[in-house]
């Protein structure tokens, strides 16, 4: 069975705005981070990062850089949850004091294995929603520390939230970077939760499809200055009002270390619709070649929107050049 992606995030955009639910005020801050210029940083047990509505499912993995300092208390925390609507089925959490990481099911305790303060660690997590063939399998950097198979209940999954969750009174500050949520609906084992990490470029010219779409600034003249800023910001914007237009961007590059592969190339937009049957689809564009992905329904108020692409327009795997030469294609979609 294929693996999907649901949602990731470097954090790269330096907002909170690739969540659809934050409780207190977690930030997205440059000071203690695993990759690049961001990570995000919740402060005790009050502050969480949340995906919700995410298409039912009884199967995902999900994997992050996470790491946690001044634990000073004796209390349990969430780190990963997935949950039915506001019930928890099953997730990882930690004990402030001893630092134990926790496979829960259900608010029981099922197995731990230990985790030190101050140190990035990359956490994956393995889950299946059954009443009887459930399981729930953590890995640290890549190696398998707990397992617990049987009942993991027998509802949907529909949110996952990352960070602490309010079961207990805590001191600490966790990090998180790099994250990811995979439906692994039909796969017939837990398997290792793969470290990735999640660059981001930034528009850096005009496009093959440049000045269709307006911009705030009252024209269609160098489009790309109103949509690159880092953190991403709406102060100024591109909009359309007419139905199938391009927009198009030439992208900085991100270049490949030793060893170092790209599995996607995933175009990001922060947007919004006004009215109620706007669309917005994404692609790339490479050797004058376009691959548009599928409509997608842009929010009432900002949020990011994506599209996952693992092969290059015209085929084959993303390499250094294609990285240097793509551009990021937007296409109204909908009705106006």
């Not at 995906?51 to 349990?76: H, L, P, S, W």
Request: proline share 3%; aromatic share 8%.
């Amino acid at each position: 069975m294929a693996i999907t992606r649901v949602w990731q995030s470097g954090a790269e955009t330096g907002t909170l705005l690739e969540f659809s639910s934050i409780v207190g005020a977690p930030t997205a801050q440059t000071t203690t981070k695993y990759t690049d210029g961001y990570a995000y940083s919740m402060a005790n047990n009050a502050q969480n990062l949340g995906v919700v509505n995410v298409t039912a499912t009884r199967q995902v993995r999900i994997g992050a850089r996470i790491r946690i300092n001044n634990n000073i208390t004796d209390n349990e925390i969430g780190l990963i949850d997935v949950r039915a609507i506001s019930t928890q089925l099953a997730g990882l959490h930690m004990k402030g004091d001893t630092l134990n990481l926790i496979a829960d099911v259900a608010g029981t305790n099922q197995d731990t294995d230990s985790y030190a303060s101050d140190v990035w660690y990359h956490m994956g997590v393995d889950i299946k929603i059954h009443s009887s063939a459930g399981w729930i399998v953590v890995y640290k950097d890549l190696i398998e520390i707990m397992r617990f198979e049987g009942n993991t209940g027998n509802s949907d999954i529909t949110n996952v939230t990352l960070g602490p969750l309010l079961l207990a009174s805590f001191s600490g500050t966790t990090y998180m970077d790099d994250i990811y949520i995979d439906d692994t609906t039909g796969e017939a084992t837990a398997a290792v939760v793969p470290a990735r990490s999640f660059q981001y470029v930034i528009p850096t010219g005009n496009g093959n499809y440049n000045g269709n779409w307006t911009g705030s600034d009252g024209n269609s003249v160098d489009n790309y200055l109103l949509v690159d800023e880092i953190p991403a910001a709406s102060a100024d914007y591109i909009e359309e009002t007419v139905t199938d237009q391009l927009e198009s961007f030439l992208m900085d590059t991100y270049t490949l270390a030793a060893n170092e592969g790209c599995v996607a190339v995933i175009p990001i937009v922060l947007c919004q619709r006004t009215g109620a049957t706007e669309l917005i689809a994404l692609g790339t564009r490479y050797s004058a070649t376009d691959v548009i992905g599928s409509d997608l329904t842009p929010p009432a108020s900002y949020l990011m929107r994506f599209e996952r692409q693992t092969t290059k327009p015209g085929g084959g795997a993303w390499d250094q050049t294609a990285i240097d030469g793509f551009e990021l294609v937007m296409k109204s979609r909908g009705t106006y």
